[in-house]
């Protein structure tokens, strides 16, 4: 009984974290400019009617002495309908992020009954995955080009939350290595950004430190981020290396850290980003526990086979 009920909080915290992260990533897409993915759609279709692409393309093949057939003039597009299309595509957004909303509050309920409905877990981790690779399109950002792996603990961890719910050993086990190398990846891009001082790490480091009275030197900035950085990238090579219990404990205190400094230093109207990066913290957790339900089983089941004592 103790085991399942443990495995039970397990999921229930998971699911927990995947409502707060889908909300995080939901309300700058309903109250803001919208996701990555909705700015590349809009953006594209402002290029397409701006006849901006044939004009980029034409420059491409001049800089590379590539002939270029002309192509006949395009005819100018109505005004109204231009808006009407972009309307159009940022309610698609709003649309797609209410239903991964609606999606992670809902399943939880709904796997009790019928387990197979955990796989519909995969569309919210589809939605984060398209969204960092727009990112990375979109680019405009120092390091925007790693914002898929930067996001790995986000989409991974509803990856291994579909496969959690299904109860059997094998899914347990790719469950597993779908966190730990998620956590990999996400902790190594964060070390390599704040060892090359990634401008906006330093300044939450003089933010944060501001709030407390400390005024923080260029250089001890400097140094303080370098060292962050191969602490994450020891981190990142040690949870697919190793499984230490302190080790993983550790990256997840760090990860609820590095998560709350960014409403702590920018205010609480910053919670979005603490909610979407809550994955970072339970991801390396979640792995911590699968490993002690682990242990507990091997232990019951030595238990239950060991002979009893004959009765004389």
């Known amino acids: 009984m103790t085991r399942v009920s443990g495995r039970d909080n397990t999921l229930v915290i998971a699911s927990i974290v995947a409502v707060l992260t889908v909300l995080g990533a939901t309300w700058p897409v309903l109250f803001n400019e919208g996701s990555a993915t909705g700015k590349l759609l809009v953006r594209t279709h402002e290029v397409d009617v701006a006849g901006d692409a044939g004009f980029e393309a034409a420059m491409a093949a001049d800089l590379y002495g590539e002939t270029l057939e002309v192509a006949a003039s395009k005819p100018e597009s109505d005004p109204t309908s231009t808006a009407v ?3 159009r595509l940022r309610q698609l957004d709003r649309g797609v992020a209410v239903l991964c909303l609606l999606l992670v509050m809902g399943l939880p309920l709904a796997c009790r009954k019928w387990v197979n409905l955990s796989w519909l877990y995969l569309l919210p981790a589809v939605w984060l ?3 960092a690779q727009a990112t990375t399109i979109n680019g405009g950002k120092a390091f925007a080009e790693l914002a898929v792996p930067a996001h ?3 989409w991974g961890m509803f990856v291994a939350l579909a496969l959690l719910i299904l109860r059997n050993p094998q899914s347990d ?4 290595w779908v966190l730990r190398i998620t956590c990999a990846l996400t902790f190594a891009v964060h070390g390599l950004e704040a ?3 990634n ?3 330093q300044d939450l480091l003089y933010i944060t430190a501001g709030h407390i009275g400390i005024g923080l030197s260029e250089w001890v900035c400097h140094v303080l981020l370098r060292t962050i950085g191969v602490m994450d990238l020891v981190l990142a090579v040690s949870v697919v290396a190793v499984h230490n219990r302190r080790l993983l404990f550790w990256m997840g205190c760090w990860g ?3 998560a709350a400094s960014r409403p702590l230093a920018m205010g609480l109207d910053a919670w979005p980003e603490f909610a979407m990066r809550l994955p ?3 991801a390396p957790l979640l792995v911590l526990f699968l490993g002690l339900q682990a242990i507990f089983s091997l232990s019951s089941s030595t238990t239950n086979t060991q002979p009893k004592p004959a009765i004389l």
Do not use: G, Y
């Open 199 to 201: 401008p906006p790490f």
């Open 152 to 154: 790995a603990t986000r």
């Open 280 to 282: 970072n913290s339970a």
């Open 195 to 197: 060892f090359q001082l």
């Open 173 to 176: 086990r790719i469950a597993n």
């Open 256 to 258: 609820l850290i590095t």
């Open 129 to 131: 995955f398209m969204d």
């Open 85 to 87: 299309h972009l309307s």
